[in-house]
């Protein structure tokens, strides 16, 4: 769309501009305050410059956090992507059924994250939940409180529950918008199913899978709630997401000053990886 | 021939599943629950049901999470409504800049902001108040309205405006009588998505609550932690929490796919 140039513009973003910003910047000060000072309580500061950066950036207990965390991400990318797309793709585009799978698949979607967390705890108790009694019954090993790998497959089975649809709701909205035109084309030229999802379907669903993966990385690398409510980021510390190891370091330990530079190099790292992606998506969409 | 309900059948079930396991738990009795296994109640029970609806610290949790959801849908939405107005029809200094910058309030991570949210809203003395909970909430529920709603108001035509304009509507009255009521289906996708990530986050509603304002999901955590195991009453806390938002989705069930689809990043 063709826009003019009006610079009374700002006055109609300016509410949204206040609140953000209310929001945004005196807390992220607040951070950057405490990131670079030592205190022993009674609201005396030490400046401290970048120590706390360098410590958390040297210690071992952020890499590891940051790795589980790089690696759960890339899990549920991996299993959520083309089992939403594939899902999507098998969805019917009309009749009654519709209506019934859209508000079916949508509804973890809406379940307080808590709640998820608290669900799949009763869901995977070794005797007396469903799936953990099930397990057992059929004769694995299964215990998500004692077993690192059944805590990590756990944990990565719930997020993929619980956020799957939003790729499948995406993707099929940008089914949607094929026209029946383009699938008569290719039954004339005898495209192969691939040729269709390769040719038609893919580069009409690219758009709205990127926004879905751009949000997918986003929630699922600041995932906190449902994990600590399943696992506790036990046992151990092998389900320790970045989320749960800096709230443990911060409201457990009241460590303000490693927390506070580890919330900002955090942030960062979200940031930029975002940003990349950002920056490639919009070249792609210029070309 | 056609074999594709089977994928979206399986899924569906598999998305069932833990529901169920927690509808019938909340049926049972706790000596039933620790006793063992069953696929269905033994001891049909509405005992931890009637519980939650006689106990107010209990319904209040329920009242309170809808109150500030519903505050922060409205604020959320009326402020991102004229800023999307202006992203979308306007070019103006630095406006690429600040929808890039409103999406990164969108990447902040909640733990990041908990505690200084904590002592923000103690210095101004909202700490404990639904608007406290429904102001934070903001942080990544306006850019997030703003991303969808300008989607939407991208897709009319400018023509719209200008014929509105040479008819001599002034700006509010154009923006009131005619063009919220055309992007009608965009701000019901804006506010059910507003109503979403607010009904679910539960880390900044529990930072700044405590007893007046306390939302459901932490009077859940808090009962888990105190009262030893009494799965039964949480699993029928968690079964009415779904409640909300099964009634939400199935009004918006229409415009769910296209609230994304329309928008642009």
């Known amino acids: ?287 | 021939m056609n074999k594709k309900w089977i994928l979206p059948t399986l899924y569906i079930l598999f998305l069932m599943l833990p529901i169920y396991g927690l509808l019938t738990m909340s049926f049972k009795t706790t000596n039933e629950i620790l006793g063992g296994f069953s696929f269905f109640p033994q001891q049909f029970t509405l005992a931890n049901y009637a519980k939650i609806f006689t106990d107010p610290t209990w319904y209040n949790g329920y009242i309170n999470s809808l109150i500030y959801v519903v505050i922060n849908t409205v604020i959320s939405v009326s402020v991102a409504l004229p800023a999307a107005y202006a992203f979308s029809r306007y070019r103006f200094l630095g406006d690429k800049h600040l929808f890039f910058w409103l999406l990164t309030n969108r990447m902040a991570p909640p733990a990041v902001f908990a505690l200084p949210f904590f002592q923000l809203y103690s210095a101004i003395e909202l700490f404990d108040t639904h608007f406290a909970v429904a102001l934070a909430h903001c942080l990544f529920n306006i850019p997030l309205a703003v991303w969808i709603l300008e989607g939407f108001m991208s897709g009319i035509p400018k023509e719209l405006d200008e014929t509105a304009y040479l008819d001599g509507y002034s700006f509010w009255r154009f923006f009131l009588r005619i063009f919220i009521p055309t992007i009608a289906a965009g701000i019901g996708v804006a506010a059910f998505f507003c109503f979403m990530y607010s009904w679910v986050e539960l880390l900044l509603a529990k930072t700044l609550t405590s007893v007046d304002a306390k939302p459901i999901a932490a009077t859940m955590t808090r009962t888990a932690s105190t009262s030893g195991y009494e799965l039964g009453l949480l699993a029928a806390a968690g079964s009415l929490t779904i409640i909300p938002g099964a009634i939400v989705i199935y009004f918006v069930r229409n415009y769910i796919a296209k609230g994304f689809a329309l928008g642009r990043v």
């Open chain 1, 1 to 287: 769309m063709r826009k003019s140039t009006n610079q009374k513009a700002w006055w109609l973003v300016a509410p949204v501009l206040l609140l953000v910003a209310f929001n945004a910047f005196i807390p992220l000060m607040t951070v950057v305050n405490y990131s670079l000072q030592e205190t022993f309580g009674n609201n005396v500061f030490f400046w401290e410059g970048v120590t706390w950066f360098e410590q958390v950036l040297r210690s071992e207990r952020f890499h590891a956090s940051l790795m589980r965390q790089l690696l759960f991400t890339s899990m549920i990318l991996a299993i959520e992507v083309p089992l939403g797309i594939a899902v999507a793709l098998s969805m019917p585009r009309k009749g009654p059924w519709v209506s019934v799978c859209l508000v079916l698949m949508a509804l973890p979607l809406l379940i307080p994250w808590n709640v998820v967390g608290a669900m799949w705890n009763i869901f995977a108790l070794p005797d007396i939940g469903l799936l953990g009694y099930s397990l057992n019954s059929m004769g694995f090993d299964y215990n998500f409180t004692q077993q690192p790998v059944s805590a990590w497959m756990t944990t990565v089975v719930m997020d993929v529950w619980h956020w799957t649809s939003l790729i499948v709701l995406l993707c099929y909205a940008g089914l949607c918008s094929i026209p029946d035109a383009y699938y008569q084309a290719a039954r004339i030229d005898g495209a192969s199913g691939w040729a269709v999802f390769r040719y038609i379907q893919l580069p009409k669903m690219k758009r709205v899978l990127t926004i879905a993966i751009l949000l997918r990385f986003m929630d699922s690398f600041m995932i906190y709630t449902e994990p600590f409510v399943l696992t506790g980021g036990g046992p151990g510390n092998t389900t320790t997401f970045l989320s749960i190891d800096l709230v443990k370091i911060a409201l457990g330990q009241f460590d303000l000053g490693p927390a506070a530079a580890m919330s900002l190099i955090y942030f960062l790292v979200v940031l930029l990886i975002c940003w990349v992606f950002y920056t490639l998506m919009m070249r792609n969409e210029a070309q």
